[in-house]
């Protein structure tokens, strides 16, 4: 079989796309044959050497955080999901893989797939996956937003932006957008109320809001200064000054600056897909590569400026 892999750290050039034994499934797990994957944050830090702390200094390391595929088999013991099901998933954030989610098979806890929505094809699962988590995450359970509050999201026309600029919407809150003007007509279409371009854009001059998402990582402490007085932060874009941005907001201010490793499971991905039924969100796609291609998909992802995700496809769904 098919795998993306990395044998040195460093920029997209560093992917190749080799064979590989196809993994069996042991107790508690599931085989899932993988129509499609998306880049990820995760992956590109992953990729660059940027989380040696999971990936560690051997090699080879998969790529690829989330799958959408369907059940190949199971191993002892799963009965929640049966050979051929659609499902959704990702593997562990926090541990190494050889073979992740862009190879043609994957091996996972069966806990960490749920089944794919009706309607949604294998490549809009992908694409949804883990902004989606991330998003409900951030909105319910870092800043439990309430309906008619003020939210900023930065870095709204990616993945993660788009998936809570529908969902912040859907759950009654006021949203403001931060992107590039081009992306201004899809943010309004999707609930936006304003869409500033951040590169024209002071901090200063958009207002306050109760809950500011940030996918960008930079500039915290003058974004923090956005918030009201019981205004809650959360991001998603962690650098080193991002870090230390976090931990003094924790240290001296009540406006603190949230963080969480959104870590999807099966009850997770039925929330995400109760969404996506009720038409609160759906995927926005960017562009679809082949795996043989999967560098382009990095390079594109690296660029900045996408409106969705960048899919890497493996098979036809």
């Given at each position: ?5 990395i044998?040195?750290y460093?920029?997209?050039?560093v ?6 034994e196809?993994?069996e ?7 899932v044959?993988v129509a499609?994957?998306s880049?990820?944050g ?6 660059a050497g940027?989380?040696k702390i ?7 390391v998969?790529?690829g ?5 369907s059940?190949a088999?199971t191993?002892?013991?799963?009965d929640s999901?049966?050979a ?10 926090r541990e190494?893989h050889?073979?992740?989610g862009?190879?043609?098979?994957v091996v ?6 749920g089944p ?11 694409a949804l996956v883990?902004?989606?988590?991330t998003a409900?995450?951030?909105?319910r359970?870092a800043?439990?937003l ?13 993945g993660v932006?788009?998936?809570a600029?529908?969902l ?8 403001t957008a931060?992107?590039r003007?081009?992306?201004a007509a899809?943010l309004?279409?999707?609930?936006a109320?304003?869409v500033?371009?951040y590169r024209h854009t002071?901090?200063?001059e958009i207002?306050l809001?109760?809950v ?5 990582g930079?500039?915290l ?6 918030l009201t007085k019981?205004g809650?932060?959360?991001t998603?874009?962690l ?5 230390a941005?976090?931990a ?9 600056i949230?963080?969480f490793s ?5 009850a997770?991905l039925a929330?995400l ?5 009720a ?7 960017d ?7 999967i560098?382009?998909a ?11 995700r960048?899919?890497v496809?493996?098979a036809?769904?």
């Amino acid at each position: 079989m098919k795998a993306a892999q990395i044998f040195s750290y460093g920029t997209p050039d560093v992917l190749a796309v080799t064979d590989v034994e196809r993994p069996e499934p042991g107790p508690g797990q599931v085989l899932v044959a993988v129509a499609a994957s998306s880049v990820n944050g995760h992956d590109a830090l992953v990729r660059a050497g940027a989380a040696k702390i999971i990936s560690g200094r051997r090699f080879p390391v998969g790529v690829g955080l989330d799958f959408a595929g369907s059940v190949a088999a199971t191993g002892p013991g799963v009965d929640s999901v049966r050979a051929g099901d659609p499902v959704w998933g990702t593997v562990h954030p926090r541990e190494k893989h050889t073979i992740a989610g862009a190879a043609e098979y994957v091996v996972v806890a069966a806990d960490r797939v749920g089944p794919i929505p009706a309607g949604m094809s294998s490549v809009q699962a992908a694409a949804l996956v883990v902004p989606g988590i991330t998003a409900l995450t951030a909105l319910r359970g870092a800043t439990h937003l309430k309906a008619g509050e003020s939210v900023l999201v930065r870095g709204a026309a990616g993945g993660v932006g788009m998936a809570a600029v529908q969902l912040a919407h859907a759950f009654g809150g006021r949203v403001t957008a931060l992107a590039r003007d081009r992306h201004a007509a899809a943010l309004t279409d999707r609930g936006a109320e304003r869409v500033h371009d951040y590169r024209h854009t002071a901090p200063d001059e958009i207002g306050l809001f109760d809950v500011i998402v940030d996918t960008v990582g930079t500039d915290l402490a003058r974004y923090r200064r956005r918030l009201t007085k019981s205004g809650r932060m959360v991001t998603v874009g962690l650098s080193g000054p991002a870090i230390a941005a976090i931990a003094a907001s924790t240290v001296f201010g009540s406006r603190r600056i949230r963080t969480f490793s959104a870590d999807p499971r099966t009850a997770q991905l039925a929330e995400l897909a109760e969404q996506f039924a009720a038409g609160a969100v759906v995927p926005v796609i960017d562009g679809v590569y082949p795996l043989a291609d999967i560098a382009s998909a990095h390079r594109a992802f690296g660029k900045g400026g996408a409106q969705g995700r960048q899919i890497v496809q493996i098979a036809s769904s």
